[in-house]
């Protein structure tokens, strides 16, 4: 048999889910997500949940604007927590180039209306009491930023979703997709059929598989990514607030509070991709295995900047796969020359941006039209072909760079 729809996402991460949720808050409800295991399997149910307000690119801070918003408001309307702890976040400059970047944001911070300072070195201990400021020249201040919970955010886009009239089927691989004479997408799954004129691609680092089989060549790809929890240390659990979250260019990773201890993410400056040949058929709810020796020149300036991290033992450490294309935005929006195919994956920073991307690209499905300019992750930047080393190389570039300052576009 069959089945007719409005529109179908594939793919039950945050972004799939929040593109679901878009939809549905436009009136599309008779709309369908399929997802391979259970919603969050991919990369969302690890992740850290960092959210922040901070883009480097002037376009694509809406993204991350949007997305905590996105979050409140799904909890507000399911009731499912989304687990949001706002403890602001200082993005540190140990260079003047960095520092005169950070002061060239104001403008564009008071236009969106987003709370956004610089601090000086002196006003850091009293946001953050535990970092050792030397060589830190200032520090970018947003303190609405925060972590959620990723996987009760995805479930709370979901929840809501469902309640509007939308359908998600779990244990639903999308099997096969092509395009019929007609110009209708059909899908099979297990023993189904499905058809529509929206298909919505959101399966992250599975993408680019599933669009070969309609000759669509796009370059993501996966690279592995650790973050560390620690034991309880004192000094933390006799804080009488959360400290912020801290991203250092120098330390290449994001430092912030866990329970009573520390959470890292770090970018280690000699990343490993994952599996570029094609992701293993049976790969689904998993972790790789960690490895702490890579990460060493990164945790030593950890503890160097973060005296006490050097006091308590580390209690887990997870490595996940992570997409990424080769420039660092995500891929989302129409895909040049098939008409009703629409991308959304490629997502690294996909907890800080998901709720935002739903919003944008559920608007222009709906609409027709995008509700804002956002060039930067406009799939047509790759509709020429890209080798995988080249790809590849361009990623683990990009991902190596860390914290580091690039060009900032301050048009807004
Ligand atoms: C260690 C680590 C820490 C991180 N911390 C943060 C953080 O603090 N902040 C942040 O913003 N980001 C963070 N990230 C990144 C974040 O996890 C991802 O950007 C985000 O989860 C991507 O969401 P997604 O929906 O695009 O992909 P996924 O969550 O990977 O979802 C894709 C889904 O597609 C499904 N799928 C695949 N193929 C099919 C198919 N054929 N049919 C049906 N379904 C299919 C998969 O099962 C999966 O559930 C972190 C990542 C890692 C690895």
């Known amino acids: ?3 007719q729809v409005q529109a179908i996402v594939i793919g039950g991460g945050i972004v799939g889910c929040s593109i679901l949720y878009g939809l549905a808050e436009r009136g599309m ?3 369908l997500l399929l997802e391979k295991n259970e919603l969050t399997s991919g990369s969302t149910w690890h992740a850290a949940g960092n959210c922040t307000h901070f883009g480097h690119d002037a376009e694509i801070t809406r993204l991350y604007v949007n997305s905590i918003r996105t979050y409140l408001r799904a909890q507000e309307e399911s009731g499912q927590s989304v687990g949001f702890h706002k403890t602001g976040s200082l993005r540190l400059a140990t ?10 944001l104001v403008p564009i911070y008071k ?7 610089v601090v000086s070195p002196q006003q850091i201990p009293a946001l953050h009491p535990l970092m050792n400021c030397e060589g830190v020249l200032g520090a970018a201040h947003t303190p609405d930023d925060g972590h959620v919970d990723p996987t009760g955010a995805t479930m709370a886009m979901a929840q809501s979703a469902r309640a509007r009239g939308a359908r998600i089927l779990q244990q639903h691989p999308a099997d096969s997709i092509r395009r019929s004479a007609t110009g209708v997408w059909e899908v099979r799954s ?17 993408a680019r598989e599933m669009l070969a089989q309609l000759d669509i060549d796009v370059p993501l790809y996966a690279l592995e990514h650790h973050e560390l929890v620690t034991e309880t240390h004192p000094d933390i659990a006799a804080l009488g607030f959360e400290l912020p979250t801290v991203r250092d260019p120098y330390v290449s990773g994001n430092v912030r509070q866990e329970g009573k201890g520390f959470l890292i993410g770090v ?17 689904g709810r998993e972790l790789l295995v960690p490895d702490l020796e890579r990460l060493m020149p990164n945790l030593e300036r950890c503890m160097w900047r973060f005296p006490a991290f ?6 887990v450490a997870n490595n996940g796969p992570l997409c990424y294309a080769p420039d660092g935005f995500p891929m989302l929006g129409p895909v040049p020359g098939q008409e009703g195919l629409w991308l959304a994956s490629g997502f690294h920073v996909g907890i800080g941006t998901g709720g935002g991307a739903g919003q944008f690209l559920s608007e222009w499905i709906a609409t027709g039209k995008p509700p804002y300019r956002l060039a930067c992750v406009d799939p047509a930047r790759f509709a020429a072909p890209m080798d995988t080393q080249t790809a590849v190389s361009s990623i683990l570039g990009h991902y190596a760079a860390g914290y580091a ?8």
């Open 1 to 3: 048999m069959v089945e």
């Open 29 to 31: 409800t008779d709309t």
């Open 95 to 104: 260079t003047p180039d960095e520092l005169a970047s950070y002061e060239r």
């Open 111 to 117: 236009k969106l209306g987003i709370p956004y300072q």
């Open 190 to 206: 297990n023993d189904k059929v499905f058809t529509t004129t929206r298909l919505i691609v959101a399966t992250s680092f599975w």
């Open 267 to 283: 970018y280690e400056k000699e990343p490993v991709a994952w599996n570029v040949d094609g992701i293993p058929p049976e790969f």
């Open 310 to 315: 050097a006091q308590v033992g580390i209690k």
């Open 405 to 412: 300052t690039p060009p900032m576009d301050v048009a807004i």
